[in-house]
Each structure stands twice: as structure tokens, then as C-alpha cells.
């Protein structure tokens, strides 16, 4: 099985030596950059093919990647499975990260009700070290005795609560290497109809305790440059609906923060992953879910009969928790894990309708928007 890298992957290695002549009319700082990104994406691919396909995998020391060297490439191992076979390979579209496995420690928010419970147990029957939390732990009852759980009180909103939840599980485990943000509500009313109190507790649930989980369990991960950090939105934070509109406030909220957060951590070894379900037999829209207490005639037909819908489907949804967390684990422990997981028909289907959606729009609008610049013939400079 001695044979060298594909021309292709050889070609891409040293073209991207250098800025690429198809970038010159960018910024010299953003040659750079997008001259990078390639070459350490090419240098993946290299590392990954190198290693599953060669008896002695090639010194690839002397091209330029990452900059702490080699090290981050040669931490592909033969046990991932190739995303091509023969021929030229295509390049991947992440850099290589340490992989999760069967014994890495999951620390999960929410889990007294579905996926984030439905993930405790199919984790914990496989094996795996899982802390498992809930702002009640009287509805943990069933993890209790097993060893490989550690069960915590956890209200995501308290600051104190977090903090000592994750010392608890760095003490027990020695670290954490994934992180699933799952604690979340719902919250059915018209814009109008909102009421402050709900929106804000939402939001401090939805979004701010995301928040403090990730800046809680970060350190831990920078220091050992590698963790996964997976951020429970919905197909509601690609796409609103009426009567959940602050609802999809929080989510959208969620993969703007996601977004940012895997451009700033996956150099570091981290990875992000958002995951956005449509509906599912859980308790989201049952007692996770309040509804305001004003309800405005003129919204009936709008959001006061999808909020009728909503509830009127509530465990009888298409989605099927079970799969769901299935698809969660072997995306999260797959070796290429993507930014996005859409879960379900109806978020799929979503999505793409709402990409075609957003293009028409901008394509229709296209002259306006390109407008809005000073002129090019003022070379850079303002008119």
C-alpha cells in the first residue's frame, strides 16, 4: 500500500505556498488569510490521506500550516474513516481536530426531559463518563446510581450554579471534553403580545446561560487544545414563525453566537457544531413552554392559530428523539463534524426553502445594495 499523495493534493500543497494569483484583487491582509485557510485546509487532507492510505505517511514538515507545526496534522489516526477512496481527493473543509470518542466526558445542561435526557441514557448504556444536570436533580433519580454519571443541580442563569458545576465535573473527570448546551424554553405570543418577564427569562435561559456555559468550560478546553462545544438551537433560529417569534429571537441568537465562537476556538483545537430540530415528541411544547396571557383578536388567524397548532401536535410530532440523539452522537464523534445538523424533514426542507428565499431577495435587490458604496473610481478613497 506504498503510494504517494494524489497530484492533485501535491499541486494544492505548494500552490498554496504562497497568495494565490485569483486573490490579488482582495486586501494584502485578506490574501493572507484566505491564502491560510487553504493551505491548512489542504494540509488536512494531506495528513488525513497520508495516514490511511500509506504504509510510511510522507513528511509533510516541510510545508507551512498551522502555526504550532506538524503536531496538529499527525493527530489523524487510521481508526477515522476516509471520505474518499481512490484517485484525487477533495479537500476537507475543517482542519484536523482531536477526535471524541467512547471515553470522552459529556457534560450536558437540561437533561430532566428530552434530548439532553434521552442523550444521558444512551450514553451512560454505552459507557461513557456523562455529567448530567437539571435545576431539579430529583428528576435524575434514574442516573444516580450509575458510576459513570456524576448528576448536578444546575439553573444555567446562576452564575454560582455553573461555576460549581463545572469544577465538580473537571474534579470527578479530570476534564470535559463535549459540552451539549440543550437547557431551553419556549414561549408562544404575537410580537405585541410579549410579555418582559417571559422574554427575559428566555433569554437569560436560551442564550445568556449558553453563555455562561461556554466561557465556564473554555479554559479547561484551551489549556488542552482540543473540546467540542454543541449549541441546541432549532430550525426556528434559521427561520421565524408566527407566535414564536421571541422564541426565535433567543435561537437566532444562538447560531450568531456559534458562528463566531468556531472562528474563534477551532484553531484552538476546539469545534462548534450548532444542531437545529423541527419538531420533536419532547416536552418543548408542553410545560417548557408558557404562552402570554393577553392574546390580541387581530392575531387569531396569524399566531393565535399556530399556537393552536403547535400544542394541538404536541407528542405526536414526526420527529423521533431517539434517532435525533443517535444523529447528534455520530455527528459529534464522526470525523468531520459539520458547523450545522439540521434534524428532521421539516428542517431540512426549511432551510433550503428559506436559503432560496434569502437569495431572490438579495439578487432582486442587487443594484440598490451594490449602490450603497462610494464610487470605484474614487480608487479606495471617499469621495
Request: net charge negative.
Given at each position: 500500500m506504498a503510494r504517494s499523495l494524489p497530484n492533485i493534493l501535491k499541486r494544492s500543497l505548494s500552490f498554496f505556498q504562497a497568495p494565490s494569483p485569483c486573490l490579488t484583487t482582495l486586501p494584502k491582509r485578506r490574501q493572507r488569510?484566505?491564502?491560510?485557510?487553504?493551505?491548512?485546509?489542504?494540509?488536512?487532507?494531506?495528513?488525513r490521506w497520508s495516514v490511511q492510505h500509506t504504509d510510511a505517511?510522507?513528511?509533510?514538515?516541510?510545508?507551512?500550516?498551522?502555526?504550532?507545526?506538524?503536531?496538529?496534522?499527525?493527530?489523524?489516526?487510521?481508526?477515522q474513516p476516509s471520505r474518499f477512496?481512490?484517485?484525487?481527493a477533495p479537500v476537507t473543509d475543517q482542519p484536523v481536530h482531536p477526535s471524541i470518542t467512547q471515553q470522552s466526558v459529556w457534560f450536558i445542561t437540561g437533561c430532566s426531559t428530552g434530548f439532553g435526557r434521552e442523550m444521558a441514557k444512551q450514553l451512560l448504556a454505552r459507557g461513557s463518563p456523562v455529567v448530567v444536570t437539571a435545576r431539579d436533580p430529583a428528576d435524575l433519580s434514574e442516573f444516580a446510581t450509575n458510576k459513570q454519571a456524576l448528576v448536578l443541580s444546575?439553573?444555567?442563569?446562576?452564575?454560582?450554579?455553573v461555576t460549581a458545576a463545572v469544577a465538580a465535573a473537571?474534579?470527578?473527570?479530570?476534564?470535559?471534553?463535549?459540552?451539549?448546551?440543550?437547557?431551553?424554553?419556549?414561549?408562544?405570543?404575537?410580537?405585541?403580545?410579549g410579555e418582559d418577564?417571559?422574554?427575559?427569562?428566555?433569554?437569560?435561559?436560551?442564550?445568556?446561560g449558553m453563555g455562561a456555559m461556554i466561557r465556564a468550560v473554555l479554559p479547561g478546553m484551551r489549556k488542552r487544545r482540543q473540546g467540542f462545544i454543541a449549541n441546541v438551537a432549532s430550525i426556528g433560529g434559521l427561520r421565524s414563525f408566527p407566535a414564536v417569534g421571541w422564541y426565535n429571537a433567543t435561537k437566532f441568537a444562538v447560531e450568531g453566537l456559534s458562528a463566531a465562537l468556531w472562528q474563534e476556538v477551532e484553531p484552538l483545537g476546539i469545534r462548534v457544531m450548532v444542531i437545529e430540530p423541527s419538531g420533536f415528541r419532547t416536552d418543548w411544547a408542553g410545560r417548557s413552554a408558557n404562552e402570554s396571557k393577553v392574546q390580541i383578536a387581530d392575531y387569531a388567524a396569524t399566531a393565535g392559530k399556530r399556537r393552536e397548532g403547535i400544542r394541538a401536535i404536541s407528542g405526536h410530532q414526526a420527529g423521533d428523539p431517539v434517532r435525533a440523539v443517535e444523529a447528534i452522537i455520530k455527528a459529534v464523534e464522526g470525523p468531520s463534524p459539520p458547523h450545522h445538523l439540521l434534524l428532521g424533514n421539516e428542517a431540512f426542507d426549511g432551510a433550503i426553502a428559506t436559503l432560496a428565499e434569502l437569495r431572490?431577495?438579495?439578487?432582486?435587490?442587487?443594484?440598490?445594495?451594490?449602490?450603497?458604496?462610494?464610487?470605484?473610481?474614487?480608487a479606495g478613497r471617499a469621495a
Open positions: 488569510r484566505e491564502t491560510a485557510i487553504c493551505r491548512s485546509r489542504t494540509l488536512a487532507t494531506a495528513a505517511p510522507e513528511d509533510l514538515s516541510s510545508f507551512r500550516g498551522w502555526p504550532d507545526g506538524r503536531e496538529r496534522l499527525t493527530t489523524v489516526t487510521a481508526a477512496t481512490d484517485g484525487d444546575l439553573d444555567v442563569t446562576d452564575a454560582a450554579q473537571e474534579a470527578r473527570f479530570g476534564h470535559i471534553d463535549v459540552l451539549v448546551n440543550n437547557a431551553g424554553i419556549g414561549y408562544f405570543a404575537a410580537v405585541e403580545e418577564a417571559e422574554i427575559r427569562r428566555m433569554f437569560d435561559i436560551n442564550v445568556f431572490d431577495n438579495f439578487v432582486a435587490w442587487e443594484a440598490v445594495s451594490r449602490g450603497a458604496d462610494f464610487p470605484a473610481t474614487t
